[in-house]
């Protein structure tokens, strides 16, 4: 072998093993995009960042304002071989694209998936439309795409949007708000018109839609699988137009459990195709025109140990109060409709339940809910608590 192949060789090697060692990135702005991305040299952009990684990896933002609109992407092989593209512990990391982006997350295509965000302030004010959008190209949807622990806030539409095909999505622990225009009904928090995503431990509020929509016209099995379980969701549409807490639509087998949803134009909505969707174990209280609607477009739904109070009033032909049903083959038994639940500060958005509440041990057994929105163990008691919480 010529000596400057055995070099070429050599040189090949070194960065190999460099680059197996060398599994954490590291983007500053005070950073050089044309540095080595360490801890003491780090990069100058999360884009230049997130080009670096391979499956497995992390890039770690330090604190500050990042004016980019992140649409390429590197993912991962699995949930267990990630690439993972985190605010660095402790420091507070926004991301504020400039004007003219479409987005400030945006991710598509086929290899675009088992991605991890976590930790930032997503503010789309600039943007002309939403604030993080999964979907597909030509290539594929992107897929397994966990966003977590952020806040992501002022879209002109949507919060976080799905389609396309592009499912399988978690959104956990986020804080979405503030999202929608001015004026008109559209701008949702969440709009996910795709199959089996995650969306749990959200606070959804203030957007001018609904909270969480999932719902899709393209397709009847389109949002197949979704779960909304464990939520906070209030004050939705803002501006005084129709925006429930949860849509359940166009889909098989929705569930919705473990929520608090109040002071929103409506509670939890389950029409539009929707077959075999269900609503367990929410707490719904002091909506403005409806607490659980099921729509003449709905079969087979289930609605079972949910508390619905204080609704305030019937805006709509149809929409009659706490509870309405127009839905066909509806279940609907072990709720608490209408009947004051004893909350211990409803005022101050406390619905836990005071002693002598008649939704105590008053709920259906449901093996597939173990806990409830706090995570304390269900049942507490002789039976199953009806509502999102617990006795304790």
Not at 79 to 95: D, K, L, Q, R
Not at 178 to 206: F, I, M, Q
Request: aromatic share 8%; with cysteine.
């Amino acid at each position: 072998m010529r000596r400057k192949d055995v070099l070429r060789m050599r040189s090949s090697l070194e960065q190999l093993e460099s680059r197996t060692v060398l599994s954490t990135f590291f983007v500053a702005p005070s950073g050089n995009d044309s540095s080595a991305g360490t801890q003491v040299q780090p990069f100058r952009t999360i884009t230049h960042g997130i080009g670096m990684l391979a499956p497995g990896d992390t890039l770690l933002v330090r604190g500050g304002t990042y004016a980019e609109s992140l649409t390429t992407w590197k993912g991962g092989t699995s949930w267990s071989s990630p690439v993972t593209v985190a605010a660095y512990p402790g420091e507070a990391v926004t991301i504020k694209p400039g004007q003219g982006a479409a987005m400030a997350l945006d991710f598509r295509g086929a290899s675009t998936a088992y991605i991890i965000v976590r930790g930032f302030t997503i503010d789309a004010s600039n943007v002309a439309h939403d604030a993080i959008k999964i979907t597909a190209n030509s290539s594929g949807a992107a897929n397994h795409i966990r966003i977590s622990n952020c806040e992501v806030e002022n879209a002109p539409e949507q919060g976080i949007l799905t389609t396309a095909g592009a499912g399988y999505n978690e959104f956990i622990g986020l804080n979405v708000h503030n999202n929608g225009a001015a004026e008109g009904w559209h701008g949702h928090g969440l709009y996910l018109a795709t199959p089996n995503n995650l969306t749990s431990g959200c606070k959804v509020h203030d957007n001018q839609g609904f909270g969480i929509t999932v719902s899709c016209e393209d397709s009847l099995t389109a949002c197949d699988g979704n779960i909304v379980s464990g939520n906070t969701i209030y004050n939705n549409a803002r501006a005084g137009h129709w925006g429930g807490g949860i849509e359940l639509s166009h889909g098989h087998g929705i569930q919705a459990f473990n929520n608090v949803i109040y002071g929103n134009d409506g509670g939890i909505q389950i029409d539009w195709s929707a077959a075999s969707c269900s609503a367990y174990n929410n707490t719904i209280y002091a909506n403005q025109t409806y607490g659980i609607y099921v729509g003449p477009a709905s079969t087979s739904a289930v609605v079972r140990n949910n508390i619905v109070y204080g609704t305030v009033a019937s805006k709509h032909a149809g929409l009659e109060g706490d509870y309405a049903d127009a839905g066909i083959g509806t279940v609907q038994d072990h709720n608490l409709i209408g009947v004051d639940p004893m909350f211990v500060a409803a005022a101050s958005a406390d619905f836990h339940l005071r002693p002598g509440s008649p939704a105590i041990d008053a709920g259906a057994t449901l093996p597939k809910i173990t806990t409830d929105l706090e995570g304390r163990p269900r049942p507490l008691g002789k039976g199953y608590d009806v509502g999102a919480l617990e006795c304790y």
